[in-house]
């Protein structure tokens, strides 16, 4: 359902007046109709290979691209500092690296450790850490 509101309000303009009501619910039906076999092939397709290896690559790479994502959450959600807005996105590309080099050498930089699904809360944290030095010098304490 999240993925049929999505792709009609995004992708379709449902908010786009001059359009009827059972075109727009026929478009829905179908968009969902859609989104169910495609979804539906793809637990098929995870069903038929069955492999640890694919899951746990799909992980690996959800490390890489929602580690960003979790790092501007909880950055946003839990503090209230004002940012350098135009650095944020070199911050958000320059993370996913970082975590992939240290994860390429992991093994000699921490002493034979290994990153595993870790990686998302890695790439997270630097995305915090690299927000937290972004931050805009304040002049509060002068007032």
Avoid at 76 to 83: A, R
Avoid at 95 to 100: A, K, R
């Amino acid at each position: 359902t999240a993925l049929t509101t999505s792709f009609c309000v995004d992708f379709l303009d449902y908010g786009k007046e001059g359009r009827d009501e059972a075109t727009k619910q026929r478009t829905r039906i179908l968009v969902h109709i859609g989104f169910s076999i495609l979804i539906f092939l793809v637990i098929l397709i995870f069903y038929y290979i069955n492999d640890d290896a694919v899951i746990s690559q799909i992980f690996k790479a959800a490390g890489y691209t929602y580690g960003p994502l979790l790092g501007l959450y909880v950055f946003g959600f839990y503090t209230k500092i004002q940012l350098k807005d135009r650095l944020v996105p070199l911050i958000c590309i320059a993370s996913p690296i970082l975590t992939y080099v240290l994860n390429k050498y992991s093994t000699q930089i921490f002493s034979g450790y290994k990153f595993g699904f870790e990686l998302l809360i890695l790439n997270g944290l630097l995305t915090f850490i690299g927000l937290w030095l972004l931050k805009k010098k304040t002049r509060d304490h002068l007032n």
